[in-house]
């Protein structure tokens, strides 16, 4: 059960990349007039300058990264290598052709411009408070267990240390990873969410680089919103005026986070906010099994 949690977490994450792909950096009025509800896969449009590489059904540099970073994990046998990601995620940007494309973040692009120019990661600030620790770290919350806090938010922060190594950039992975683990450990979707803003606390306040605000505070918010909204259209508009789509985890997260309170598929959360990105080939069957068995063994 645990394995096939696992493959649904993957899987998850490439069908979402790919579904709010098309989205990826508008606004949710053009968003709506452009799609209405997005309910299927469609390709990116030519006039949008983040989707329009991606055909109807891909994933983006999200869950590519994230690839990158589950076959770091199997190359190294579960252990976390920061110089082993790196590679990986700078391989994949030069074939992808990612520095000439928009598609890179600017803490990601920067990052892996020095590591292009052989600089160590350990030399590297990272300090930058964006998404990209967080949206690809979903294969290590299904390796890593939900028990010792302060250990996992050390796991976290060393595979984010490639890009990211700022206080809420690190923070936003763990959230997601931590939600991960839990997951694919078999707890309940109430319980998980109402450990979030605790973690997000002790994450973000294990090492502080920034002068953010609490993603604490704003995970809970958005939770409140989501409790009290008037309906899914009203929750979304709600969470896109007050919490904010921008790509930063203060935002995205607090964002995403609450829809599984509507007990409605993760699609409907797609024309809501324009939150997410990505793009889908098929995850090889000779992949994903390697590494569910890898988490679970």
């Not at 096939?4 to 977490?9: F, K, N, V, Y």
């Not at 598609?103 to 590591?115: D, R, Y």
């Not at 294969?139 to 922060?157: D, K, Q, R, S």
Request: glycine share 6%.
């Amino acid at each position: 059960m645990k394995a096939e949690r696992i493959l649904g977490a993957l899987y998850g994450q490439a069908l979402g990349d790919a579904m709010g792909m098309p989205s990826e950096l508008w606004p949710r009025t053009r968003v709506k007039a452009h799609f209405g509800w997005i309910d299927r896969f469609l390709p990116g449009p030519k006039e949008n300058n983040a989707a329009c590489y991606f055909n109807r059904a891909e994933f983006t540099d999200d869950t590519a990264m994230a690839l990158c970073l589950a076959d770091a994990l199997l190359e190294c046998e579960g252990n976390i290598d920061p110089e082993i990601i790196g590679r990986n995620i700078l391989a994949w940007a030069e074939r992808f052709d990612a520095f000439n494309k928009n598609v890179l973040g600017p803490t990601s692009k920067i990052a892996l411009n020095a590591i292009r120019d052989g600089k160590p990661i350990a030399a590297l600030e990272n300090n930058g408070v964006t998404n990209g620790a967080a949206m690809r770290v979903s294969p290590l919350g299904c390796l890593l267990p939900p028990t010792n806090l302060t250990a996992f938010i050390a796991e976290v922060a060393l595979a984010s240390s490639p890009t990211h190594k700022s206080d809420l950039a690190v923070a936003g992975a763990v959230v997601v990873a931590w939600a991960v683990s839990r997951a694919v450990n078999g707890d309940t979707w109430q319980s998980i969410a109402d450990s979030l803003p605790a973690v997000a606390h002790q994450a973000q306040t294990a090492r502080i680089t920034t002068f953010s605000a609490s993603l604490s505070a704003r995970l809970e918010l958005a939770l409140n919103i989501v409790r009290h909204a008037d309906g899914v259209e009203s929750a979304s508009e709600q969470l896109y005026q007050i919490i904010g789509a921008e790509p930063a985890p203060l935002n995205r997260f607090p964002a995403l986070s609450p829809w599984w309170n509507w007990r409605i598929p993760i699609l409907t959360a797609v024309p809501c906010c324009a939150l997410t990105s990505a793009a889908i080939p098929t995850l090889s069957a000779r992949w994903l099994p390697p590494f569910a068995a890898r988490c679970t063994g």
